[in-house]
């Protein structure tokens, strides 16, 4: 059974930039697609990002255009999303999440077969 854990979250000002991790255990993750999504209370489980099995292919949500980025090491079995001027709309449990069927992009969060517990992030302003 593939799980993910994530870490990195935590308070941050806005402007800041903050670096979540997503480490995978119990699969073949250099096979999966990495995605990262975000949530608030009372909304719906939002695409952020997301990236091949190889690394080579990426795509982001418009609201993470040119502030955040998504990458991976398959030695590491761990992916990562970078984020920057952080914003307090960003304030969000972020969640990863493995998609094992070697599609790209993967955006709809019921494509995705494993997720993470989640991770806080808090953008204060």
């Known amino acids: 059974q593939v799980q993910l854990v994530e870490s990195g979250g935590g308070l941050v000002q806005a402007g800041d930039s903050l670096r979540l991790s997503c480490a995978a255990s119990g699969g073949t993750f250099s096979s999966y697609t990495m995605g990262w999504f975000r949530q608030t209370p009372g909304k719906e489980r939002e695409f952020v990002a997301a990236?091949?099995?190889?690394?080579?292919?990426?795509d982001y949500a418009d609201s993470g255009k040119g502030r955040f980025t998504i990458s991976r090491d398959n030695a590491k079995n761990t992916a990562y999303l970078q984020m920057s001027m952080l914003r307090p709309e960003d304030t969000a449990v972020y969640y990863c999440?493995?998609?094992?069927?070697?599609?790209?992009?993967?955006?709809?969060?019921?494509?995705?077969?494993?997720w993470g517990q989640g991770t806080q992030v808090t953008v204060s302003s």
């Open positions: 999440a493995a998609d094992d069927k070697r599609h790209f992009p993967v955006v709809l969060r019921g494509e995705y077969d494993y």
């Open positions: 990236i091949s099995w190889s690394g080579r292919s990426t």
